[in-house]
């Protein structure tokens, strides 16, 4: 079993209508619901109203992969918090930034760029074409799969040249967008996946289901360990 946390901020839901409709119980649990159903993850969820804004180190010891869902408060997350998040990765936790944490602390801290991008709101379609058909997180997509409606992000996206592009989305309003980008940190593997606005239902869309699966299995680390920099002897001399 994979030991999965989801984190989230779980503003929107309680505040807004259309999200509050959508996530009654909070992203966080709507993204549970279907990795509980897979049977492959062993699924806890955290939040920012918890303490130290839901992160600690044990918690984060025992988490092979964390995702990552936050829009309104990446300010209100503790430096502290994106720190242990930030370590956490580079001794091998994978990471999952969904949609608007592209601007939370501990995924601009891994990419060292602001992460800024351009974005606007008027519920277009997204299609989300597969860039590598043979990497592990597109298995089980065609080559494109549509999202009905949903928040436009746009080129240019302020991050580092991706390791791996998996995939590119395309608005019917014409922008296009690198969608869904791997990144290697340490020890640690990164994936960062666009679609997720908080006023449609796009966690419950059944391709994104099976990317953010995909994603968690890719990035569960094969093994762990902090990376230190050590003084050594010349071989031979060793006592
Ligand atoms: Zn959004």
Same mark, same amino acid.
């Given at each position: 079993?994979?030991?999965?946390?989801?984190?989230?901020?779980?503003? %929107?839901?309680?505040?807004?209508?259309?999200?509050?409709?959508?996530?009654?119980?909070?992203?966080?649990?709507?993204?549970?619901?279907?990795?509980?159903?897979?049977?492959?993850?062993?699924?806890?969820?955290?939040?920012?109203?918890?303490?130290?804004?839901?992160?600690?180190?044990?918690?984060?010891?025992?988490?092979?992969?964390?995702?990552?869902?936050?829009?309104?408060? %990446?300010?209100?997350? $503790?430096?502290?918090?994106?720190?242990?998040?930030?370590?956490?990765?580079?001794?091998?936790?994978?990471?999952?930034?969904?949609?608007?944490?592209?601007? $939370?602390?501990?995924?601009?801290?891994?990419?060292?760029?602001?992460?800024?991008?351009?974005?606007?709101?008027?519920?277009?379609?997204?299609?989300?074409?597969?860039?590598?058909?043979?990497?592990?997180?597109?298995?089980?997509?065609?080559?494109?799969?549509?999202?009905?409606?949903?928040?436009?992000?746009?080129?240019?996206?302020?991050?580092?040249?991706?390791?791996?592009?998996?995939?590119?989305?395309?608005?019917?309003?014409?922008?296009?967008?690198?969608?869904?980008?791997?990144?290697?940190?340490?020890?640690?593997?990164?994936?960062?996946?666009?679609?997720?606005?908080?006023?449609?239902?796009?966690?419950?869309?059944?391709?994104?289901?099976?990317?953010?699966?995909?994603?968690?299995?890719?990035?569960?680390?094969?093994?762990?360990?902090?990376?230190?920099? $050590?003084?050594?002897?010349?071989?031979?001399?060793?006592?």
């Amino acid at each position: 079993m994979i030991k999965v946390t989801i984190w989230n901020e779980f503003i %929107h839901e309680k505040t807004k209508p259309l999200p509050a409709r959508h996530y009654p119980n909070g992203i966080h649990n709507a993204i549970k619901e279907f990795l509980d159903a897979d049977g492959r993850f062993e699924v806890k969820t955290a939040a920012l109203e918890g303490e130290n804004c839901g992160i600690t180190k044990e918690l984060l010891d025992n988490t092979d992969v964390l995702l990552w869902w936050g829009h309104v408060a %990446h300010d209100r997350v $503790s430096d502290e918090a994106a720190e242990l998040v930030h370590n956490a990765v580079l001794s091998g936790m994978g990471f999952i930034a969904l949609h608007s944490a592209h601007h $939370s602390k501990p995924f601009r801290r891994l990419m060292g760029t602001t992460c800024n991008l351009s974005w606007r709101e008027d519920g277009d379609m997204e299609r989300i074409w597969v860039i590598k058909p043979s990497h592990p997180i597109a298995q089980g997509i065609d080559r494109y799969f549509e999202i009905e409606h949903e928040e436009t992000y746009a080129e240019p996206f302020d991050i580092p040249e991706p390791d791996e592009l998996v995939f590119g989305g395309w608005y019917s309003g014409g922008e296009i967008f690198r969608s869904g980008c791997c990144f290697y940190r340490g020890n640690g593997k990164i994936f960062y996946f666009q679609p997720g606005h908080e006023t449609v239902p796009v966690f419950k869309n059944e391709n994104v289901q099976t990317v953010i699966k995909n994603a968690i299995c890719w990035a569960a680390p094969t093994a762990r360990f902090e990376i230190k920099c $050590s003084h050594i002897k010349k071989i031979g001399s060793e006592e």
